[in-house]
Every structure is written in structure tokens, then in C-alpha cells.
T-cell receptor
């Protein structure tokens, strides 16, 4: 257990509404990641963070923004949700030191109607 | 961007059979990771590989870091029903670049 929680775990929202997903970790890891998972596409990186206020884009960042004001929290925001953003969203942390091992949270299932 | 080709995409096997899956890339990787995902849950790390040629076991699972550094293999021996799930490979090649993930192998076990 890497001490990662995600909230909410499930959410249904309407097209055009803003949505924020939260990832919280308890072990002070520097690197945090947001992925989306869709059938046929595997895990695709949205954004990641390498420290407080330090973030970078992944391969599918359009329509998403992130913020990291504290080490333990990494927020993913959909400014104006679209049906194409219906997906399962996973947060992950990277283990410390020279390890590249990532550990995943339980996921948030988001449905945009 | 970089891609990992994971095969097979899916497989159906009888309980007790051995399973092999692999991941290949056109690029060199310095780290290979194998994950398993159960339905409705996040991926769980099974095995991490850090050296070319390395062979590492975790119970009935054995993974190898290919000698060319462009591929990795995962074997499951004597499969059981709880082996059902999606298996992902992931690679990392330099500095602090994010992991690259394969699209997964979906394993079904017939009792």
C-alpha cells in the first residue's frame, strides 16, 4: 500500500461543467502522475508533477489542467468536461531514490453525460 | 512518442497451463516494469527489472530484461483463476522521463 487515495471514486457530471479530481499521498513522494485509461488505449499520461508547483504535460493533456500546491496533493481539473473525457482516471506516485517504480491509486470513474 | 508493443493482446488458457507474454520496443530502456490490474482496481506492480539479462521471480511469475534492452518477457507458471486480469509492461529509458506503458495483455483462465 503506497498510501495513495483518490477522490471522488465515482462521479457523473454534465457536459460543460468543471470537475476536479484529487489525489492524496501520505509518504512525501516527489513525483506524482495522472493517467486516463480507456479500452484499447491502455494507460495514457495526462500530466505529471516533479515537485510543488512543478508540473509538465503528458501525451493527452488537452482539456486538462493540474495543480500541486502541497507535496501530498495533486489535483486534476477538467475546466469544461466533454463526453470524450469519460474515462477511468488513475493517480500514481514514483517511489523515491533511484527507483522508477510507480504505484497507483484505486482510480476515479468519471462519466460525462 | 515512444511505443511499447505488447503481445498477445489477449489470451485464454486452461487452469494449470503456463503463460508467456512479451513487450518490445524500437528504443532502448533502462528499466522494465510489469503490472497486473484486476477489474475495478488500479495496476499493481509485480516485478521490476533494472539490468539487461536480469531474470527475476515473484512466486509463480518470472520476468526477464532482454539482453538488447529493447524487450522484456513475463512468464506465469501453473496458472490459477486469480491470475485473471490485464498485465501491463512499462519501460523507462532516461533521466526522469515518465514511464512508457504497453496496451496490456488480457488474460482469461478457464477452470
Amino acid at each position: 500500500d503506497a498510501g495513495i487515495t483518490q477522490s471522488p471514486r465515482h462521479k457523473v457530471t454534465e457536459t460543460g461543467t468543471p470537475v476536479t479530481l484529487r489525489c492524496h499521498q501520505t509518504e512525501n513522494h516527489r513525483y506524482m502522475y495522472w493517467y486516463r485509461q480507456d479500452p484499447g488505449h491502455g494507460l495514457r499520461l495526462i500530466h505529471y508533477s516533479y515537485g510543488v508547483k512543478d508540473t509538465d504535460k503528458g501525451e493527452v493533456s488537452d482539456g486538462y489542467s493540474v495543480s500541486r500546491s502541497k507535496t501530498e496533493d495533486f489535483l486534476l481539473t477538467l475546466e469544461s468536461a466533454t463526453s470524450s473525457q469519460t474515462s477511468v482516471y488513475f493517480c500514481a506516485i514514483r517511489a523515491g531514490g533511484n527507483s522508477y517504480e510507480q504505484y497507483f491509486g484505486p482510480g476515479t470513474r468519471l462519466t460525462v453525460t | 512518442g515512444q511505443q511499447l508493443n505488447q503481445s498477445p493482446q489477449s489470451m485464454f488458457i486452461q487452469e494449470g497451463e503456463d503463460v508467456s507474454m512479451n513487450c518490445t520496443s524500437s528504443s532502448i530502456f533502462n528499466t522494465w516494469l510489469w503490472y497486473k490490474q484486476d477489474p475495478g482496481e488500479g495496476p499493481v506492480l509485480l516485478i521490476a527489472l533494472y539490468k539487461a539479462g536480469e531474470l527475476t521471480s515473484n512466486g509463480r511469475l518470472t520476468a526477464q530484461f532482454g539482453i538488447t534492452r529493447k524487450d522484456s518477457f513475463l512468464n506465469i507458471s501453473a496458472s490459477i483463476p486469480s491470475d485473471v486480469g490485464i498485465y501491463f509492461c512499462a519501460g523507462q529509458n532516461s533521466g526522469n522521463t515518465p514511464l512508457v506503458f504497453g496496451k496490456g495483455t488480457r488474460l482469461s483462465v478457464i477452470a
